[in-house]
């Protein structure tokens, strides 16, 4: 259980950093005051923030699999991975 925790705890980290280092999708506040929807409507992601929109794909179901892991061990209590 222990292991479970400390590993939750390692990847939501790393996805916290890959989240960050990513590039926003659009200029700032004034993107989200107009919209911005014109430009990010046929925006596709090249070279890194192609790479780590997928890590960040990656981390996120690993994110939700540990946590599901760690809910159903505290669901039952006797079971011993």
């Known amino acids: 259980m222990a292991f479970a925790k400390v590993a939750l ?21 004034s993107g ?5 929807s014109d ?15 997928k890590v960040t794909v990656v981390i996120a179901v690993l994110f939700f699999i540990v946590t599901l892991g760690i809910a159903y061990l505290n669901a039952h209590p006797g079971v011993h991975l």
Not at 9 to 29: D, E, K, P, T
């Open 9 to 29: 705890v390692v990847v939501s980290v790393l996805l916290i950093c890959v989240v960050l280092l990513q590039s926003g999708r659009s200029a700032g506040l």
């Open 39 to 53: 430009q990010a409507a046929n925006r596709r992601p090249k070279g890194t923030d192609s790479f780590l929109a």
């Open 32 to 36: 989200a005051i107009t919209g911005g």
